[in-house]
């Protein structure tokens, strides 16, 4: 959904082939397994990404969330709104 986005704007635009090649995917991805020993005694493993799209400008928040059926490609999709919302 956010590439579809990002092509309808690029179009618009004008942007070159080049620079939405740059701009489309994220420049950092990471993905973590952490194991976390719960109260009770038990260990539970839980997965989490965290997703930079866009570094030019400095800093980015990126993507992050907090929830058990998260995937890295929405997480990578909202590092890319943060980027349009944010930087660009």
Known sequence: MACDQFQVIADYLNIDKNDRDRLMYPKRAMAVTLPVHMDDGSTQTFQGYRVQHHLTLGPTKG??????????????????????????
């Open 63 to 88: 993507g992050t969330r907090f929830a058990p059926n998260l995937s890295m490609g929405e997480t990578a999709a909202l590092a890319m709104w943060m980027s349009w919302k944010c930087a660009l």
